[in-house]
């Protein structure tokens, strides 16, 4: 019986590593995006931002998706907090919310957030499932000339393929 008990236990460590092994693409590529506003000095009309980004910074996601969504509805024409709602969105497990934020950003007409825009839509799309319009997503972020995230979306891409 020891050698049945024994097979079975390196049956279940093979399983257990080939399931590392295929990682959920969600979770394996999303990464928030860097804070870089945290650093402003607090006044009255950003002190609502900066608590946001103070959770954001930290991981508590949750937290900074509630403080960021009421700082964005009052200040809709801010890319930048809106782009943290987004990550904290796909964080949380709201892929379509994050969409639609970065619906958006892709809207505005400030330059500043194409390349972050068309990498999280990637991220989105990936996290809800839809893995053919993820592929197509990589596609286009691969096609231009030059993209902060052609590396990142030739790894998804490669991850995607077979899904």
């Known amino acids: 019986m020891s050698k049945f008990r024994a097979a079975w236990s390196l049956l279940l460590l093979a399983m257990l590593a080939a399931c590392e092994g295929r990682k959920d693409p969600c979770t394996a590529f999303f990464q928030p995006y ?6 402003r000095y607090r006044t009255e009309k950003n ?22 969504k009421l700082y964005v509805e009052n200040k809709r024409d801010d890319d930048a907090a809106r782009l943290y709602l987004a990550c904290s969105y796909l964080a949380i497990g709201k892929p379509y919310d994050a969409e639609l934020q970065l619906d958006f950003l892709e809207k505005s007409t400030r330059p500043g957030f194409r390349d972050q825009v068309d990498w999280y839509n990637a991220l989105c799309w990936t996290c809800s499932g839809q893995y053919g319009r993820a592929l197509e997503q990589c596609d286009r972020i691969l096609a231009a000339k030059v993209h902060t995230y052609s590396a990142d979306a ?9 899904r």
């Open 47 to 68: 002190a609502q931002l900066l608590d946001g980004m103070a959770a954001y910074g930290i991981g508590d996601h949750a937290t900074a998706a509630e403080r960021l």
């Open 154 to 162: 030739a790894r998804l891409k490669e991850a995607l393929q077979g």
């Open 34 to 39: 860097p804070d870089m506003v945290s650093d």
